[in-house]
């Protein structure tokens, strides 16, 4: 059974930066697309950046361009989400998840879309 575990999380000054890391067990990290969602108190999950099996092609929600970066090293199991000139709305737990689909190269932004997920690390951005 695929794991997935977030880290990098924390409390950081609006401008700041932080680096989200999600790990992933098994074998078939590779052959996956991966997403990064979020989930802000008292609001639905959305989606904020994807990538897929390859890290060929990148897709990210409107609110986070040229602020966050997706990333991803199959030879480490691993999927980043570097995020620089933070907002105070970008506080929120981030979740990682893998596709449903194998070998997606175009990964979708609905959470039905991710079958495995993470149990998510917390983001506080203050003004």
């Known amino acids: 059974q695929v794991q997935l575990v977030e880290s990098g999380g924390g409390l950081v000054q609006a401008g700041g930066s932080l680096r989200l890391s999600c790990a992933a067990s098994?074998?078939?990290?590779?052959?996956?697309?991966m997403g990064w969602f979020r989930q802000a108190p008292g609001k639905e999950r959305e989606f904020v950046a994807a990538i897929s099996w390859a890290g060929r092609s990148t897709y990210y929600t409107d609110s986070v361009k040229g602020r966050f970066t997706i990333s991803r090293d199959n030879a480490k199991n691993t999927v980043y989400l570097q995020m620089n000139s933070l907002k105070p709305e970008d506080t929120a737990v981030y979740y990682c998840?893998?596709?449903?689909?194998?070998?997606?190269?175009?990964?979708?932004?609905?959470?039905?879309?991710?079958?495995?997920w993470g149990q998510g690390t917390q983001v506080t951005v203050s003004s």
């Open positions: 098994g074998r078939t990290f590779s052959r996956y697309a």
């Open positions: 998840a893998r596709s449903a689909r194998i070998w997606e190269t175009a990964p979708g932004r609905n959470s039905y879309e991710y079958d495995i």
